[in-house]
């Protein structure tokens, strides 16, 4: 529709009062019977093997996920490793492994997978002990569609991108990355007002097919939402809100934030709308008109009529699943969200009427966000991770920390030391925010590109001789507290490894490990 012209249209949206529609999209898991059991399989054998493989197909269905009733994987002592399920989209080759951590984080389901197909497969490696996964679940899903709260004659709704924001399910709503410190996520109380609604967090969705049957991403982009850190409101306009955080993915191990770029909303206050105040909603809302784009990613902008109490309206065409939108203010920028979309209002026909949303001020909303559960708590965490590469002398680096990586602590709090390493030689600390295993001078860089590099420094050790007595020391709360990298803030994940000179050695030069370190408050 055509921006209402604001101030002139204020009085009729008063005077009118507008119906209050909460904006989920539809429930759309059905529950089907499916038995089967693997027994308890081992593997003696010297190497990675398929203990066993089944063919779950549902005849019918748009797409498929997994629950099993019993699930209990060999490991060595360490949860994220050891045996595993491998399942496998037969339509578009999607796969998701889970090992025992990532099943609990999952409550033993799996991610979404497109088709009436999968396979499902029971791997161990070497040696492993016994272990059983019955099946006896699988959800299916049909085509649903949801009602709309259209701002005037037209859907006026386009396409778009937008790695911050993702789509809930089971219950089809919108939940958007924000920027509390570990970077969690929020979205409609109403939404969430049962813990079992929301169980993942879909981003980088695909389109829908040609008869609107969604199609969900690769599980690389799926999240398994953590119901310990869920906190909640479902009370009406204007007090209907949601925030919780997702565990890291299975496959990749990382996070919403840094798999989707580092990317997320600022919330701020809103204040009163202006001449000219522009308010922009992007949600995965339903659509009929054009079934492709059926509970895809779709945004519009209309006008910001009414800061009231805890309750933001405004005008953008919106319909069911567009609940948990982010409300975002756009004159002042696409990452300024003042609100969560919660509630349709619009009507086709004159008086327009207008949508409704929780303000980011609303009391309960704020002191959640102040106060987070779960995964969403800062703690501050370190942890060595990556392969070192052995030196000229036969040494094997090594690098730790003594401390705890903290924003406010400051100089001395949290120091990187690598040692192990040649004597009286130059190296360095560098870092990033995502983590690699690839070949690199003859080891294996840890750190993902871009990279950033702490000043060369003396690795000191014995005055005489060649001998592995090096120490590199980097005082990291020093450089946190400098400001000198503001995304070394609470909540990053940092990757940081020690490069040293190394001169009888391929290329030249010594590395060290990983070190993965959470910046806690």
């Known amino acids: 529709m055509r921006r209402l012209l604001p101030y002139l249209a204020l009085a009729a949206l008063l005077a009118a009062a507008p119906r209050a529609q909460a904006q989920v999209g539809p429930s759309v898991q059905t529950q089907v019977s499916f038995t089967y059991d693997t027994g308890w399989r081992s593997n003696p054998s010297p190497s990675e093997a398929v203990l ?128 509390d410190c570990a970077s969690c996520m929020t979205t409609a109380g109403h939404c969430y007002a049962n813990a079992t609604n929301l169980d993942v967090a879909q981003f980088n969705v695909p389109l829908s097919t ?78 009929s008109n054009n079934l492709n784009w059926n509970q895809a990613l779709q945004t519009h902008t209309g006008d910001f009529t009414l800061f009231s109490g805890s309750t933001v309206r405004y005008t953008p065409d919106t319909y069911g699943g567009n609940s948990g939108s982010p409300v975002i203010r756009s004159n002042l920028g696409e990452d300024v969200a003042i609100g969560v979309h919660t509630h349709g209002g619009c009507n086709t026909t004159a008086p327009i009427n ?32 990556c392969m070192p590469k052995v030196n000229s002398l036969g040494c094997t680096p090594l690098i730790a920390a003594i401390g705890t990586p903290r924003e406010s602590t400051g100089a001395g709090s949290f120091t990187i030391r690598a040692t192990n390493i040649l004597n009286q030689t130059s190296g360095m600390l560098f870092y990033g925010y995502l983590p690699a295993a690839m070949p690199y001078q003859g080891g294996t860089m840890c750190v993902t590109s871009p990279i950033r590099r702490t000043p060369v420094q003396s690795t000191q050790g014995s005055t005489t001789g060649t001998s592995c007595s090096g120490v590199f020391a980097f005082d990291m709360g020093a450089y946190i507290a400098s400001g000198v990298d503001a995304s070394l803030e609470c909540g990053a994940i940092v990757y940081a490894q020690v490069w040293s000179r190394d001169p009888n050695s391929t290329f030249g030069t010594s590395l060290t490990a990983g070190l993965r370190f959470t910046i806690g408050l």
């Open 52 to 179: 066993a493989s089944h063919t779950v197909r549902v005849g019918g269905a748009t797409w498929l996920r997994l629950r099993f009733q019993v699930a209990s994987l060999w490991h060595p002592g360490d949860e994220t490793q050891g045996a595993f399920l491998r399942i496998t989209s037969h339509q578009d080759g999607a796969v998701q492994e889970l090992r025992t951590r990532s099943l609990q984080e999952w409550q033993l389901s799996t991610a979404y997978f497109n088709g009436d197909t999968v396979q499902l497969e029971l791997v161990a490696p070497p040696g492993a002990g016994p272990s059983r996964v019955v099946l006896r679940n699988v959800w299916m899903g049909p085509l649903l569609y949801a009602p709309m709260s259209q701002c005037g004659a037209t859907d006026d709704r386009v396409p778009t991108t937008d790695a911050r924001i993702a789509r809930t399910m089971p219950v089809q709503c919108t939940a958007w990355i924000f920027d």
């Open 210 to 287: 040609a008869q609107g049957v969604i199609q969900h991403p690769p599980p690389e982009h799926q999240y398994a939402i953590d119901d310990t850190s869920r906190q909640f409101q479902n009370g009406g306009v204007g007090n209907d809100w949601a925030s919780f955080g997702c565990f890291p993915n299975s496959n990749t191990g990382l996070t919403p934030y840094q798999a989707q770029g580092r990317k997320r909303f600022r919330i701020l206050p809103p204040t009163a709308p202006a001449a000219g105040d522009v308010i922009r909603v992007s949600g995965y809302g339903s659509d």
């Open 354 to 385: 207008s949508n409704a949303g929780t303000a980011s001020t609303q009391a309960t909303w704020s002191a959640a966000r102040a106060a987070p559960l779960g995964v969403c708590v800062p703690v501050p965490s370190v942890q060595a991770y």
